[in-house]
């Protein structure tokens, strides 16, 4: 079964960028992967922000960004501010399942 | 507008069964699928597996082959997903997601599902 390998943690200062990755171990993630990514506050439902590597919902904010980077699918969030701080999750698709990494706590500060 | 609204707390031992409801409204039912998520305590996000709402298709997680099963009403618009065997390790808040074409965009409110003696 594939592993979904994500930063446990980040801190990022506000105003500045940070990028979050999502790796494979089954190894290059691809477009084919159709990485979604995810934000969840704490004790809210988590809220889709990025699907298919970069497409935004309508709800997501014009600072944040998905990308293809170094082999991995990532995450930018620029600009950052206090209320990004929250989980991350990527998910991407292997072998016709879903499968969601770890998840990324962001900390600003 | 688009929700996904499923059924309230359940309580339940361990070995029994447990069938929780996702009620949608705000779009065509049988055009999308829908996935269904869970959330230990403190933990992660964990995909249980999928279902077309149009021809009742499913992929489930490994995990759970054998354990699971989905099903759709499309006269109530209503996903369901009903997990058997359940032991503490399953205790978790379960979600379900509208599903399609790669975008799993709407989220239900979650349902916690608690397994103790």
């Known amino acids: 079964q594939t592993v979904v390998t994500q930063e446990p943690s980040l801190t990022v200062s506000p105003g500045g960028t940070v990028t979050l990755t999502c790796a494979s171990s089954?190894?290059?993630?691809?477009?084919?992967?159709?990485p979604n990514w995810f934000q969840q506050k704490p004790g809210q439902t988590p809220r889709s922000l990025i699907y298919s590597t970069s497409n935004k919902q309508s709800w997501t904010p014009a600072r944040v960004s998905g990308s293809l980077l170094g082999g991995k699918a990532a995450l930018t969030l620029s600009g950052v501010q206090p209320e990004d701080e929250a989980d991350y999750y990527c998910?991407?698709?292997?072998?016709?399942?879903?499968?969601f990494g770890g998840g990324t706590k962001l900390t600003v500060l | 507008q688009v929700q996904l609204v499923q059924s309230g707390l359940e309580v339940k031992k361990p070995g029994a069964s447990v069938k929780v409801s996702c009620k949608t409204s705000?779009?065509?039912?049988?055009?999308?699928?829908v996935s269904w998520v869970r959330q230990a305590p403190g933990q992660g996000l964990e995909w249980l597996g999928w279902i077309n709402a149009n021809n009742g298709h499913t992929n489930y997680a490994q995990t759970f082959q054998g354990r699971v099963t989905m099903t759709t009403d499309s006269s109530t618009t209503t996903a369901y997903m009903e997990l058997r065997s359940l032991t503490s390790d399953d205790t978790a808040v379960y979600y379900c997601v509208r599903d399609w074409n790669y975008d799993l965009d709407y989220w239900g409110q979650g349902t916690l599902v608690t397994v103790s003696s």
């Open positions: 998910l991407l698709l292997s072998g016709g399942l879903w499968v």
């Open positions: 705000g779009y065509t039912f049988t055009s999308f699928g």
């Open positions: 089954t190894g290059v993630v691809t477009s084919g992967f159709y």
